[in-house]
């Protein structure tokens, strides 16, 4: 039969207008979060972290927000550009193992303009 | 800042054949990761090394295979026998240790026939 594959979600964002990219992580434990971006052909880069003691860290023109109630991250990108368009992924560490990243599954953000 | 450096970039190969993937980490991290992207499972860890010492192997999908790191600038990733669901992109990665970042190179393209 057909193989099926991952069915990444898509953000759709004008150029200049904010992006919010959101992820569920699954271990209550972590203690250690980060965002990455990738373009086509490249490996993961990384873009912020963010450590479970911290609920909100900025860097340049991204902001990550960390919400340990519900397991939830999310990545705001402002004033979006065209070389903003990847695919982000959020991971999370395995408690215990600070080095071992667990990656979610991404979001593919698409800049128009 | 040369980064992670990954060769082969692209590989094609026939069923049965050995395969090597070759990873320089960036000088000074002391940790060194094997991660493999395929559509179907995203990006998972295969292998990781602390120190040149493999940490943990259970991502390793079967005994056809291994990863050695002989030296602070050098890992290898072997396939043997290769099979067509060995097809994926390979990247290596690399980090301080600890909560820190992992930085990944561009990776290997593989494509067993």
């Known amino acids: 039969g057909e193989s099926v594959g991952l069915h990444l979600p898509t953000l759709s964002v004008q150029e200049g207008d904010n992006s919010i990219i959101n992820c569920a992580y699954s271990n209550s434990a972590s203690d250690y979060f980060i965002w990455y971006k990738q373009e086509s052909g490249k490996g993961p880069q990384f873009i912020i972290d963010i450590r479970s003691n911290m609920d909100k860290r900025q860097g340049q023109r991204v902001t990550v927000l960390l919400n340990k109630t519900v397991k939830h991250l999310s990545l705001q990108i402002a004033a979006t550009q065209p070389g903003d368009s990847a695919v982000y992924f959020c991971?999370?560490?395995?408690?215990?193992?600070?080095?071992?990243?667990?990656f979610g599954t991404g979001t593919r953000l698409q800049v128009t303009l | 800042d040369a980064g992670v450096i990954q060769s082969p970039r692209h590989e094609v190969t026939e069923m049965g054949q050995e395969v090597t993937l070759r990873c320089k980490p960036i000088?000074?991290?002391?940790?060194l990761f094997w991660y493999r992207q395929t559509m179907m499972r995203g990006l998972e860890l295969l292998i990781y090394?602390?120190?040149?010492?493999?940490?943990?192997d259970s991502g390793m999908p079967e005994d056809r295979f291994s990863a050695k790191m002989p030296n602070a600038s050098f890992s290898t990733l072997k396939i043997q026998p290769s099979e067509p669901r060995d097809s994926a992109v390979y990247f290596c990665a690399s980090s301080l240790g600890g909560e820190s970042p992992l930085h990944f190179g561009n990776g290997t393209r593989l494509t067993v026939t």
């Open positions: 000088s000074g991290h002391n940790s």
């Open positions: 991971a999370e560490n395995s408690p215990g193992t600070a080095s071992k990243l667990t």
């Open positions: 090394f602390n120190n040149n010492v493999p940490i943990d």
